[in-house]
């Protein structure tokens, strides 16, 4: 009867565990040097709003990544045509490196280099943002609107590493995570009264110069879609069902 049990509980954990997941796009920026975002290649349905692009200087190597420098502007790309209204959404931004030559402007954080990352929709964003800090470093710092910044970690550019947001969209929450080479470390889920997202952005802020590069190895966005529940409590019943009949028998 053990036997039983333990294989019922097991088939439990695989049902409510399983889920579905649609890698919407990936930019992978192996492309010939010198394309912009709105040029480079990617899997998925996609593409760069030609018309609100203004991203200035951010262009392949030819080796694997998009180098972001001098100059400032934003890419929006429009998530509509996928019509997402539940699961989670995930985007995930693998930096390869960089290097912040220039002296830090003296105008304070407003003056900063910046680079975001974002998910816009009725409500406000989510975004995930490196903030230039002394001695060549990024702060990893997270915002929604309505609070304020919240730093997560501080990088050095020796480091590569992996920036999450995920966007909860039946539960309307939202968590920041990030890798930076061992395990993924999650913020826990908090609420947000984002909804109906519309738009994934990526821009950059403060006074960005000839001297100062960033590395961007990969930008992917992931749709999951947990397993539809009255499968689950179908599945659910009939192990239930097993494992009942299997014990009167004894």
Same mark, same amino acid.
């Given at each position: 009867?053990?036997?039983? %049990?333990?294989?019922?509980?097991?088939?439990?954990?695989?049902? =409510?565990?399983?889920?579905?997941?649609?890698?919407?796009?990936?930019?992978?920026?192996?492309?010939?040097?010198?394309?912009?975002?709105?040029?480079?290649?990617?899997?998925?349905?996609?593409?760069?709003?030609?018309?609100?692009?203004?991203?200035?200087?951010?262009?392949?190597?030819?080796?694997?990544?998009? %180098?972001?420098?001098?100059?400032?502007?934003?890419?929006?790309?429009?998530?509509?045509?996928?019509?997402?209204?539940?699961?989670?959404?995930?985007?995930? *931004?693998? %930096?390869?490196?960089?290097?912040?030559?220039?002296?830090?402007?003296?105008?304070?954080? =407003?003056?900063?280099? /910046?680079?975001?990352?974002?998910?816009?929709?009725?409500?406000? !964003? *989510?975004?995930?943002?490196?903030?230039?800090?002394?001695?060549?470093?990024?702060?990893?710092?997270?915002?929604? =609107?309505?609070?304020?910044?919240?730093?997560? !970690?501080?990088?050095?550019?020796? *480091?590569?590493?992996?920036?999450? *947001?995920?966007?909860?969209?039946?539960?309307?929450?939202?968590?920041?995570?990030?890798?930076?080479?061992?395990?993924?470390?999650?913020?826990?889920?908090?609420?947000?009264?984002?909804?109906?997202?519309?738009?994934?952005?990526?821009? /950059?802020?403060?006074?960005?110069?000839?001297?100062?590069?960033?590395?961007?190895?990969?930008? =992917?966005? !992931?749709?999951?879609?947990?397993?539809?529940?009255?499968?689950?409590?179908?599945?659910?019943?009939?192990?239930?069902?097993?494992?009942?009949? /299997?014990?009167?028998? /004894?």
């Amino acid at each position: 009867m053990k036997k039983i %049990i333990v294989s019922s509980m097991f088939g439990l954990m695989c049902v =409510t565990q399983f889920a579905v997941a649609d890698f919407i796009q990936k930019w992978t920026f192996d492309d010939p040097a010198g394309s912009s975002l709105l040029d480079a290649a990617s899997s998925g349905p996609l593409s760069v709003n030609g018309a609100n692009f203004t991203l200035t200087n951010a262009a392949t190597d030819g080796a694997g990544n998009l %180098i972001v420098s001098n100059g400032l502007g934003a890419a929006n790309i429009s998530l509509a045509s996928q019509s997402i209204t539940s699961g989670i959404l995930s985007l995930e *931004v693998k %930096i390869s490196g960089w290097d912040m030559a220039s002296a830090i402007p003296a105008g304070g954080g =407003t003056t900063r280099e /910046k680079f975001n990352f974002m998910f816009q929709g009725s409500g406000g !964003t *989510v975004n995930f943002q490196l903030f230039r800090m002394p001695d060549n470093k990024f702060d990893l710092r997270s915002f929604m =609107t309505g609070g304020s910044y919240t730093v997560k !970690t501080t990088v050095s550019n020796s *480091v590569e590493f992996t920036m999450i *947001v995920e966007f909860n969209i039946d539960d309307g929450e939202w968590r920041i995570g990030y890798n930076t080479g061992a395990d993924t470390v999650y913020d826990a889920w908090a609420t947000t009264p984002m909804a109906n997202i519309g738009t994934f952005i990526i821009s /950059k802020e403060g006074e960005w110069n000839d001297d100062d590069i960033l590395k961007i190895d990969e930008i =992917t966005l !992931t749709h999951t879609i947990p397993e539809a529940s009255s499968i689950q409590l179908i599945l659910i019943s009939c192990c239930a069902a097993v494992v009942i009949r /299997k014990y009167r028998k /004894k």
